[in-house]
């Protein structure tokens, strides 16, 4: 697809409008959804019109190959939804719950409301293991 100048293609493939961090996928998936223009400007407050207006003519005038781009993109983000979280994330998972638990059993200590993340894992850390059994 050839883009104007008002549309950027990333580095990862991603069509953006210039300038801005809005992509095409989402300004086209919008009015897929049934959208006017004038509920795209409401929508989209930091895209100028004249500029909605161009990717809307744009979309209208493309839109077989926007509307594949749109596709294709729908499919990746679902592919990466559905995708196994690594152990980092699952780590990360861990000590976020361990953090609610934490800050749930020191709900009346004002001192560790003001701890930082860092230092609350850190003593979370020191603490003896609360396994059950």
């Known amino acids: 697809m050839n883009l104007p100048e008002f549309l950027t293609r990333d580095a990862d493939g991603e069509i953006r409008l ?3 961090r809005i992509g ?3 300004v086209a ?3 897929q959804e049934g959208r006017s223009a004038k509920q795209l400007a409401e929508e989209l407050p930091s895209i100028p019109g004249a500029l909605l207006d161009q990717v809307l003519a744009f979309y209208a005038t493309n ?3 926007v509307d594949a781009y749109v596709a294709a993109y729908r499919a990746d983000l679902e592919r990466l939804a559905s995708a196994v979280p690594g152990p980092g994330v699952s780590k990360m998972r861990q000590q976020m719950e361990r953090l609610r638990q934490a800050d749930a059993r020191h709900t009346a200590d004002p001192d560790w409301s003001t701890l930082s993340v860092a230092e609350k894992l850190h003593r979370l850390e020191s603490e003896p293991s609360r396994e059950p059994g």
């Open 63 to 65: 839109q077989a190959e």
């Open 29 to 31: 998936r919008l009015r």
């Open 24 to 26: 095409l996928y989402t």
């Open 18 to 20: 210039t300038g801005h």
